[in-house]
Nanobody
Framework: EVRLVESGGGLVQPGGSLRLSCAAS????????TAWFRQAPGKERELIAT????????YYPDSMKGRFTFSQHNANNTLYLQMNSLKPDDSAMYYC?????????????????WGQGTQVTVSS
């Protein structure tokens, strides 16, 4: 059974940093896409970063480059999202997700396994 459990969200001041974790089980990173998404109230779920099992390197949409770093640690089956220079617009529910290999990793509808989400609020 594929399972994803996020942690590490919370309240942070503008300009601060957070590191989110996603404990993964029931699948191998070597044959699955993994990704971080976020969704703010009233907005669509948007991709922050993804790693394609065929490539192994993170892909970031242009809007996410520079402040977010996605890493995948095989030793402890954990995904991480380092977030720096946070802004109030970064406030959202953050989700990790997984999709079987062969999927289009940059497309939200490819993902059929999701964590429960962790809330990030950026406010002074």
């Amino acid at each position: 059974e594929v399972r994803l459990v996020e942690s590490g969200g919370g309240l942070v001041q503008p300009g601060g940093s957070l590191r989110l974790s996603c404990a993964a089980s029931g699948f191998s990173f070597s044959v699955y896409c993994t990704a971080w998404f976020r969704q703010a109230p009233g907005k669509e779920r948007e991709l922050i970063a993804t790693i394609d099992s065929d490539d192994g390197s993170p892909y970031y949409p242009d809007s996410m480059k520079g402040r977010f770093t996605f890493s995948q640690h095989n030793a402890n089956n954990t995904l991480y999202l380092q977030m720096n220079s946070l802004k109030p617009d970064d406030s959202a529910m953050y989700y990790c997700a997984a999709a079987p290999g062969g999927a289009w990793c940059r497309w939200v509808d490819s993902y059929n396994y999701w964590g429960q989400g962790t809330q990030v609020t950026v406010s002074s």
